[in-house]
């Protein structure tokens, strides 16, 4: 099997298409997330790996946006990832001398009050990646410049590690999508992923979508706005909730959205992460 993933080697993606596919899998690196869904649209790759949600940025807005405007692929599975970010620098810099940190924007959120604490006149440059940007460092001739990254992509590309444990929480996950031409059977532990949008500027009209899954006892798990990119104040609420969409509560749970909802897109149904695994581990 064939998992295409957000690459290099190295980045938080990989460890989730490892998770999800095994290291016997054929991993495939993309150079960005649209290359990503179309390895799998054209089957150069069976799965797609995508970042979906950090417990502590929120929505990753760019993979969001692919599924709602962009593609049909489904849902077929779910992979929660621990994020230990650390600062790498070429072999003898010192951290008194760094003058810029490059790294995922996502990375760089998610280590805000480190760099502000430590790095306060540093220069925060964006990459595609935080392999990337760790390879970049690794091989570079800069002493100024460092990377935050996770550490097997240190181990991979070389590098100094001057600072570990840098995100602002310990508790840092990741939520990652697999994305396929189908979606999962039910397994009788599953979630639903489906994106809604209505025409109606009106009161009300967000509670009349969201009433029938307080009447169906369907917990929802996730609310997540994103814009249209059509008109301004127009949007799509994505949702993620308990339950397969073949389950009976909840194939008529959809028919009655569908009826009130302008569109209705199923992105598709996948077994639940057990995220709870967890705790012991982030607690520690």
């Not at 489904?74 to 994020?83: A, D, G, M, S």
């Not at 810029?100 to 604490?117: D, N, T």
């Amino acid at each position: 099997m064939t998992v295409a993933y957000l690459g290099p080697r190295g980045t938080n993606s990989e460890e989730a298409a490892l998770l999800y596919a095994g290291s016997e899998a054929e991993l495939e690196p993309f150079s960005g997330m649209p290359e990503v869904i179309k390895a799998v649209e054209s089957g150069a790759a069976r799965a797609g790996v995508l970042p979906v949600e950090n417990s502590i940025e929120g929505p990753v807005s760019v993979s969001l946006d692919l599924l709602i405007q962009t593609s049909n692929l489904k849902l077929c599975h779910e992979v929660v990832v621990p994020i230990r970010h650390v600062l790498v620098a070429k072999e003898g810099a010192r951290p008194e001398g760094i003058r810029r940190v490059m790294s995922h924007p996502q990375a760089l959120a998610q280590c805000r009050l480190f760099l502000e604490r430590e790095f306060p006149q540093a220069e925060q440059v964006a990459r595609m990646s935080t392999g990337g940007s760790v390879q970049e460092v690794a091989r570079g001739g800069d002493l100024t410049v460092a990377a935050i990254g996770p550490e097997r992509a240190q181990h991979l590309y070389g590098g100094e590690v001057i600072a570990r444990d840098i995100q602002d929480a310990r508790s840092n996950l990741t939520r990652f999508m697999v994305l396929a031409h189908e979606d999962a059977e039910p397994t009788g532990d599953d979630k639903t992923f489906i994106a809604l949008k209505t025409d109606k500027d009106e009161p009300g009209s967000l509670f009349r979508m969201l009433e029938p899954f307080a009447k169906a006892g369907i917990q929802l798990t996730n609310v997540v706005t994103r814009p249209t990119k059509g008109w301004l104040g127009e949007y799509v609420f994505l949702l993620d909730f308990q339950g397969h969409r073949k389950d009976p509560v909840v194939a008529k749970l959809l028919d009655d959205v569908r009826e009130i909802a302008d569109e209705l897109k199923i992105i598709g149904s996948c077994p639940r992460f057990p995220v709870e695994q967890y705790r012991d581990l982030l607690a520690g």
